[in-house]
Every structure is written in structure tokens, then in C-alpha cells.
């Protein structure tokens, strides 16, 4: 989790006893009443999905202290927080709560075999992100520490396709490794042996959810592989131009 304090400095717009707080998902958008909780979940002021999975009360916003903050009121389920462009992530688990300080906030969570997006959006933050870590994410210098070759990154692009075509809305269906598979052109062995590799990597580097345990497979690793390789901006919407490149698949064609 990166530090809000290296990644983030005072913002010059003035405050407001209550800053407005506009959520976006599915395309549609909701004003924040400032006055009461505001639910998300299975039920509540946002009803997500009928997705047994998801909790019926999960997260909560509430202003309070001069702040939006954001609270994980579920009791299994875990979320991923990151500021517009992924500079700041956090990991919002059961019973944990944070302020919103940045005027897009992006939180990405996985129930069962399904991923969501939504987003915060104010006008009004505490602070902004830094010139300094706004140059690391030019695409001049690297912010990933793990290393990915082509390939690897093609098959995070395959599993990520359809949440990074269609930007703030839910992704309510990932590609099935199958589907996938396909359209890289490669066989399921290849593809199984290079998402083994992938998750392997960003276990090692302390990434959760993609391993169930010592030697086990974790459950739904495809959804949680997205989720954290969109929000950490592993792979961007540039990166789509991989999917038909051309060499990567004559190089892949070799490899078979």
C-alpha cells in the first residue's frame, strides 16, 4: 500500500463545511446525502447485484470530521481503494475505514465470480496528487517493481479487456480462461502454465488473493488478478494494442 503522505500534497481549493460527493457506477451517477449513512451493497441506497456473494450492507460513506470517509462494513469481503490513476492504493478490508482525499477515488472489489468498479468523485479535495508522482506515471519511469515479459502482460490485457475498454463501469463478466485463451491464439496448456507464472510473481511480491494456499490455487485468481492489475495500472488501456500485435504472436506461435 502505497503512503498517502509521499504520494499526496495540500490542495488550494478552499473548504467547505460539506464538499459535494458524486458516485458513479454502471454509467449512472448519485449525489452522497451528507446528512446520513449511505449504504452499498446487496441492498441498501446502492443495490449493486442480487449476487449472493456480495454482502448485503458492505460499505458505508458518511461525512464526518470535515471529510468523506469510506467504511468496510461487511464482514468477508475486501476492497481495493486508488486514487484516479492508481498513484495511491489502498486495501480496505472488513471493519476498516479511510478518508477520501482525492477528487477521484476508484474502488474495485470481487464477490464470488464477479468484479465491480465504482467511483467517487469530488471537486473539493484535501489534497492532490504530487507533480513529482504525477511524472512517475508519464510511462517515462517504471512503477511496477515486478518485471512482466510481453507475453505475461498480453495475458493480463486478455483477462482484463472488458474493464479497461469500458472505464468506470462494472465489469460484471470476465473472460472465461477458455475465451481468454482464444483470443491470444494459444493452447490451454500455454495459457494456464503463463497465468501460473504471472500469479506466482505477484504472490512472491506480497499480492493477496492468488493463492488459496501452500500449493493450492486460489479460487477466483482470474478476478482478483484484474483487480489488481487495473487499479495498480499494471496494464492500461494502451496496452489493448498488445492483443493484435502481431510479432508477440508469431512469438507465441514458436513457443508451440
Known sequence: MNDVRDA??????????????????????????????????????????????????????????????????????????SSAGGAVQSWLSPGARMPLVFERNVIVFTAGPVTYEL??????????????????????????????????????????????????????????STAAAK?????????NRKLDNVCDKLDRMGVQGLRGGPGQVATNRRARLVEYAVTSQVVTRADLALLDDEALR??????D
Open 8 to 81: 499526496a500534497v495540500p490542495a488550494t481549493t478552499a473548504e467547505q463545511a460539506t464538499p459535494p460527493l458524486r458516485l458513479e457506477f454502471a454509467g449512472e451517477w448519485r449525489d452522497v446525502p451528507a446528512d446520513r449513512a449511505f449504504v452499498i451493497g446487496r441492498v441498501g441506497d446502492l443495490e449493486i447485484d442480487d449476487n449472493p456473494y456480495l454482502h448485503r450492507h458492505f460499505l458505508e460513506l458518511r461525512f464526518r470530521d470535515g471529510l468523506w470517509w469510506l467504511a468496510n462494513v461487511g464482514v468477508r469481503l475486501a476492497a481495493t481503494v
Open 183 to 191: 483470443r491470444l491464439g494459444w493452447s490451454m496448456t500455454k495459457f
Open 250 to 255: 508469431d512469438q507465441a506461435d514458436s513457443e
Open 119 to 176: 467511483s467517487l468523485h469530488t471537486e473539493e479535495a484535501p489534497y492532490e496528487i504530487s507533480s513529482q508522482v504525477e511524472a512517475t506515471m508519464s510511462g517515462e519511469t517504471t512503477v511496477m517493481p515486478a518485471r512482466f515479459t510481453a507475453m505475461q502482460k498480453q495475458l493480463i490485457v486478455a483477462l482484463a479487456e472488458p474493464m479497461l475498454r469500458r472505464e468506470g463501469v462494472s465489469m460484471n463478466e470476465l473472460p472465461s
